[in-house]
C-alpha cells in the first residue's frame, strides 16, 4: 500500500431550496431582520464607471420562468480590477465598488433585474486579455450544484475572448452575450437545458 | 510560492445536476456538458467581508428576531471550522445558515405548511469565521416537514449553509444534517449525492463537549472548501 493521500474532500453541494431567501435576502422572503442585506449594492454612487442595468430570466427546460432562482454577480470595475487582494492592481480598484450582488426574481414572474457597472476588460492567462464581462453563480430549488456562467455585451469586441473561444460550437457563443435594449440597458436570459441552452462553466 | 489555481472539483463527489429521483432537478439541470476553464482573476478572487458587514447578534437565532421571549424548541450550538481541501483554516469568510422553526415551517411567503410559526423565530444567521476557520451560531433545532416531491416524502432536519470562501469558484451552498436522523437515508434530495462517505460528510455529530450543562447541547459541523495547488515549476497565472 502506498501512502494515503491525506487532502480532505470539499463538502458535497447540495441545493439551496425553495426557501433560500431567508438566509440570503430575507426582506424577498417577507421579513426583516439584520440591520443590512448584504449584496444590494454592486456599485456604489462614487464608483466610476458607465451605469448599466441588466434584466432577464432564467427559463428551466419546458421554457417556463424560473420563480425561485437566486443569482450572485462578481465583477471587475470599469479599470478591469478586481476589489479583492489577489489583484494585482486592486489597490487602484475604483472606491464604493463591491463587485459582488445578489438578485432575486420576482416570485410571480420571475424577471430580474441588477444595476451596476459595466466592468472593463480583465487580463486572463498567458496574456490574453478577455472581454468584459459578469460572472454569475446561479442557485435555486432543483439545482444540486450552484451554476456558474458569464455574461458578455453584445455590443463589445468579443472576437478575442479566450473563453468565448474555448466553446467549439460557435453557435453556442451567443448564449453568453447579453443583449443590447438601449444605451446602457442589457437582456441576458439563462436557459438552463433544451434549445438554445446557457454554456455553463465548469471553473 | 503563491497559491494558483484550485483543485479540480470532484464532480462525481457532488451530486449530479440530474437526478431524477429529486424531481425538480428534471427540468432544471442542464444537458450539455459544462465548460472547464483553467483558473483566470476571474476565478481567483470573489468578494470580501468585514465586522461592518454584520452585527454581534447576527449568529444568535436564539436571540436575533425574539419579539417576546426565546423561541421554542431544542436548544443547540452549531459550530466547527471551515477548512480547505489542504486542511489550512479558511479565515474571515462569510458563512450563512438559514432554517425551518421546530415546528419545521419556515418564515417565508411562499411556505404555507400547516405547521406553526414561531413569533419569535427569524430562522437566519451568519457569521465570520476567525483566523483559524472557526465559526458558531446559536439556534433552536429544526423540525422535519413534508415537501411535494413523492407524495409522502419528508425533508430530515436540516440547516442551510452558504460559504464564500476566498474566491467565487469555492461559492458553495449545502445542507447540515443531524446525527442519528432516520429521514436522511430516505431523503431525495440527500441520495442525489451518489458516495454514502460523501452523506456522512453532511451529518454533524453531536458534540457533548461544546454543549452548555443545564442550557444547550452542541452539534459539529466542519466544512471543507476547494484547495489550492502551489505554482510548481510554472509561469504563473498573468498579472499575478
Not at chain 1, 42 to 68: C, F, N, Q, S, Y
Not at chain 1, 87 to 96: G, I, V
Not at chain 1, 124 to 143: C, D, E, Q, T
Not at chain 2, 41 to 56: A, K, R, V
Request: aromatic share 10%; charged share 25%.
Amino acid at each position: 500500500m502506498p501512502q494515503p493521500l491525506d487532502y480532505l474532500k470539499e463538502t458535497p453541494s447540495q441545493t439551496a431550496g425553495p426557501y433560500v431567501h431567508i438566509g440570503l435576502a430575507p426582506g424577498a422572503a417577507g421579513f426583516s431582520i439584520f440591520r443590512q442585506e448584504l449584496g444590494q449594492v454592486i456599485a456604489g454612487p462614487d464608483t466610476k464607471g458607465e451605469r448599466i442595468r441588466v434584466e432577464g430570466v432564467v427559463l428551466d427546460g419546458t421554457g417556463a420562468p424560473v420563480k425561485d432562482v437566486l443569482l450572485e454577480v462578481w465583477q471587475a470595475d470599469s479599470a478591469g480590477i478586481y476589489p479583492h487582494p489577489e489583484d494585482p492592481r486592486h489597490a487602484e480598484c475604483s472606491a464604493d465598488f463591491r463587485g459582488w450582488g445578489r438578485i432575486i426574481t420576482d416570485f410571480d414572474s420571475g424577471q430580474w433585474m441588477v444595476e451596476t457597472v459595466k466592468p472593463g476588460s480583465v487580463m486572463g492567462r498567458n496574456g490574453r486579455r478577455m472581454a468584459p464581462h459578469l460572472n454569475l453563480w446561479i442557485v435555486a430549488r432543483g439545482i444540486n450544484l450552484g451554476l456558474q456562467t458569464r455574461m458578455y455585451f453584445e455590443d463589445e469586441d468579443n472576437a478575442a475572448d479566450p473563453v468565448l473561444n474555448l466553446i467549439e460550437q460557435v453557435d453556442r457563443r451567443q448564449t453568453l452575450l447579453a443583449r443590447k435594449l438601449a444605451p446602457g440597458h442589457y437582456r441576458f436570459d439563462i436557459r438552463l437545458q433544451g434549445e438554445g441552452e446557457t454554456v455553463f462553466l465548469d471553473v | 510560492m503563491k497559491p494558483a489555481e484550485f483543485y479540480q472539483r470532484d464532480r462525481l463527489w457532488h451530486p449530479p445536476a440530474l437526478a431524477q429521483d429529486y424531481k425538480t432537478s428534471v427540468p432544471r439541470s442542464p444537458r450539455l456538458a459544462l465548460l472547464s476553464l483553467e483558473g483566470s482573476l476571474s476565478e481567483i478572487t470573489g468578494p470580501t467581508f468585514g465586522h461592518n458587514d454584520i452585527d454581534p447578534i447576527d449568529n444568535d437565532l436564539i436571540r436575533n428576531y425574539a419579539k417576546t421571549g426565546d423561541p421554542v424548541g431544542e436548544r443547540i450550538i452549531v459550530h466547527g471550522r471551515v477548512l480547505d481541501e489542504n486542511g489550512r483554516p479558511v479565515p474571515k469568510t462569510l458563512v450563512e445558515i438559514w432554517q425551518a422553526n421546530a415546528s419545521g415551517r419556515y418564515r417565508h411567503k411562499k411556505d404555507g405548511y400547516l405547521g406553526a410559526l414561531d413569533p419569535n423565530f427569524g430562522g437566519c444567521g451568519r457569521t465570520l469565521t476567525d483566523e483559524n476557520g472557526y465559526y458558531y451560531f446559536r439556534t433552536v433545532k429544526p423540525g422535519a416537514y413534508p415537501w411535494r416531491n413523492w407524495v409522502n416524502n419528508w425533508r430530515p432536519a436540516h440547516i442551510h449553509v452558504s460559504v464564500f470562501g476566498s474566491a467565487f469558484s469555492q461559492r458553495l451552498i449545502t445542507q447540515m444534517y443531524f446525527e442519528g436522523d432516520p429521514l436522511i437515508r430516505q431523503c431525495p434530495i440527500v441520495n442525489t449525492i451518489p458516495d454514502p462517505r460523501a452523506i456522512d460528510q453532511l451529518i454533524a455529530p453531536l458534540d457533548m463537549n461544546a454543549a452548555i450543562p443545564l442550557d444547550c447541547l452542541a452539534y459539529k459541523f466542519d466544512i471543507v472548501l476547494r484547495g489550492r495547488r502551489s505554482t510548481l515549476f510554472e509561469n504563473r497565472l498573468e498579472g499575478n
